[in-house]
């Protein structure tokens, strides 16, 4: 039985507490010959390089919404991919609610906070030496992204090498902020990702059939952490109901991570779903190959 599925790396898998075990949110998806990211919370990055994953051969980058603890590595990824590529510059699309586009331009457009280190990088012989002496060529071309597209809840993009995505709403922050979830189909493989959100009825009907569903997890029922965001209940229904294959919870802050919290986290979605279920660290990986 071949293995040529969807490679699934979970990055950052708490939230905006700081924790040395799990910060941030970020997922990579491996597949039909691209890598896709998904959020890009603090340190992507160095946790990308860390589980072997290039920014150099990203594809794309999906923001479910711009809290800091999602996005906050953007301007680290598009500078060190830029920084690193010798040949052909093949800048990764981003996609994402806004302000996704304002967000990339205040960052590396031409009158964005790191245009000054761009342009020093470009243009001074220092930095000409150094990367002729490396293997480039100059001139070096001054875009780090170049395809920026906004999205709404309930629409539909392209991405390369025939990946499929769609979004609904995740009902959040708004009307502060507006929060998508994702559905990526990809070499006959389904992937939706909640981002942060309550339990809701478009995330469900986003995530029906799907083969894995990476559900935010911020709490244990009955523990008062923050009921109203996607705890243990929340995902279990969400995952039944939607007949998902399996789960993994995420966006988990240290008590629900601690020795005892995870295992009963773990349980308590069991009471509502019986599928196979995943409490994520940073470096997990989930193959969806032929096997179901």
């Keep these: 039985m071949t293995n040529d599925g969807p490679m699934v790396t979970m990055l950052g898998t708490g939230g905006p507490h700081m924790s040395a075990e799990r910060y941030g949110s970020a997922i990579a998806i491996e597949a039909a010959g691209a890598l896709v990211l998904m959020d890009c919370g603090p340190a992507t990055t160095y946790k990308m390089l ?48 806004p302000p996704t586009a304002r967000f990339v331009d205040q960052l590396v457009g031409p009158q964005g906070a790191f245009r000054p280190d761009i342009d020093a990088r470009r243009h001074s012989p220092q930095s ?31 991405l390369p090498s025939g990946w499929s995505v769609t979004t609904a709403r995740a009902q959040h922050v708004q009307p502060f902020l507006e929060s998508i979830a994702y559905r990526v189909e990809v070499a006959g493989r389904t992937i939706v990702y909640t981002g942060d959100t309550e339990y809701c009825e478009d995330v469900i009907g986003l995530a ?50 601690q020795p005892g919290q995870r295992e009963r986290a773990v349980t308590e979605v069991a009471r509502y779903f019986d599928g196979e279920i995943y409490f994520a660290h940073e470096g997990l990986r989930v193959s969806l190959g032929d096997e179901r």
């Design 128 to 158: 000409q030496f150094f990367y002729e002496y490396r293997g480039g060529r100059l001139p070096r071309r001054p875009e780090l992204v170049t395809d920026v597209r906004e999205i709404q809840p309930r629409q539909e993009a392209e």
């Design 208 to 257: 029906e059939g799907a083969d894995l569903l990476i559900s935010m997890c911020g709490s244990v029922e009955g523990i008062g952490e923050k009921p109203a965001q996607m705890g243990t209940e929340g995902a279990g229904r969400t995952a039944a109901e939607a007949g998902v294959a399996r789960v993994v919870l995420t966006h988990t802050g240290p008590r629900i991570a």
């Design 50 to 97: 860390r589980h072997g994953l290039s920014p150099v051969n990203l594809s794309a980058l999906l923001i479910t919404h711009h809290h800091y603890d999602h996005t906050v590595d953007v301007a680290n990824l598009l500078l060190a991919q830029w920084e690193a590529c010798l040949g052909e510059f093949r800048p990764p699309s981003i996609i994402g609610p």
